[in-house]
């Protein structure tokens, strides 16, 4: 079984480009020169040094040791909470910065939920000098202020996106609206591992700097580069695709994906694509997403702001419709309890999103012997109203 995306774009059924005739153009011009871009030796010496100086990779791989007597494993935490602006979007916000430079557009778009990817693309922009419009729904708007609040000072226009139910799906439409009416100077940041191709997988190969540090930390650390799990939530899922990368082809390595169940997978308010998904085209990829008899688009929902997207990045798809990855589903409340026992025995207060994959740790089943490495995507500051919001101050 092959996992890494095909010359059309696609991993097994899912991926392709389906995007208007107005976007092919741009769409082309990138599948054309990624890859090319990418193997280019200043291109790899401006990144590598940006990540180094600039980012603060590599980040450290924790032995959470409290945590691993709980569970009665070992539990070691990628620490991407500890990048630059505070989570793992900036790893591809400052590849495809550098990309944009060299096609010679001079005004980039973004769409976010969590705010942390408009946060990093506003962050790359004020560092190279380029306009920049961050598309955001209306409702993650209100609970995530902080975020706002930074992409305003660093110089983005936050461009609220009123229809539909107003979260991550409807900024996506939005941004590509622009793209449209904008193809000549305009380049669009995705961030995450979803849209027409080559956006999964360029997206995906820039997070992959991820796994590839946690093999020789793991080496260091325990005398083996493979893991037992590799666990990390997935919305569109780019943190769990970088943490994934390196071990897509070693199936002793067991790959944990974890979607947002939000009040529970039945309770019409959920977005837990693996599991109510069906095939179909969203933003410009076949894949599995949540949507009607007659294939209308169903809301998504979740507490978390970054993962109440209605589909699935085309390699999550496929990973799960092959077996290879294996899926699990937290609700609102098992999430909050997690964001809870980490700042507790860790002193470390997590982001919604990846409070959802530590949720998770009580099913794999991990044995005392065994290794379990998950992805701690991004850090909770932006999340703090929520968390005071359910917890009283001493976190009863």
Known sequence: MKYSVDENGFYGKFGG????????????????????????????????SLLRDYVG????????????????????????????????????????????KRLGKTRIIAETGAGQHGVATATVCALMNLE??????????????????????????????ASGSKTLKDATNEAIRDWINNPEDTYYIIGSVVGPHPYPDM?????????????????????????????ACVGGGSNAAGAFYHYLDTP???????????????????????????????????????????????EPYSISAGLDYPGVGPLHAHLHQSG???????????????????TRLEGIIPALETAHALAAIGRLG?????????NLSGRGDKDLATYLDRFNFDGK
Not at 263 to 279: F, N, Q, R, Y
Not at 324 to 338: H, K, P, V
Not at 366 to 374: F, Q, S, T, W
């Open 17 to 48: 480009a389906y995007v208007p005739e107005m976007l092919f153009p741009n769409v082309e011009e990138l599948r054309e020169n990624y890859l090319k871009i990418m193997a280019e030796p200043d291109f790899q010496e401006e990144m590598q």
């Open 366 to 374: 991990a044995k005392p012997e065994e290794v379990v490495v998950i």
């Open 324 to 342: 290879r990855a294996i899926f699990e589903s937290i609700t609102d409340e098992e999430a909050l309890q997690a964001v809870l026992e980490l």
């Open 252 to 298: 002793e390595v067991k790959l944990v994906a974890v979607e947002a169940a939000g009040l529970g997978i039945d309770s019409g308010e959920s977005a837990a694509t693996s599991v109510l998904g069906k095939e179909g085209i969203i933003h410009g990829s076949r894949t599995l997403l949540m949507q009607t008899e007659d294939g209308q688009v169903t």
């Open 132 to 161: 920049c419009i961050v598309y955001m729904g209306e409702v993650d708007i209100e609970r995530q202020a902080p975020n706002v609040a930074r992409m305003n000072m660093l110089g983005a226009t936050v461009v609220p996106a």
């Open 57 to 100: 990779r590599p980040t450290p791989l924790y032995f959470a040791k409290r945590l691993s007597e709980k569970y009665n494993t070992n539990i070691y935490l990628k620490r991407e909470d500890l990048n630059h602006t505070g989570a793992h979007k900036i790893n591809n916000t400052i590849g495809q910065i550098l990309l944009a």
């Open 203 to 231: 997206v995906a190969r820039f997070q992959a700097v991820i796994s590839e540090e946690m093999k020789a930390q793991l080496l260091e650390k325990t005398g083996s580069e493979n893991p037992d799990y590799v666990v």
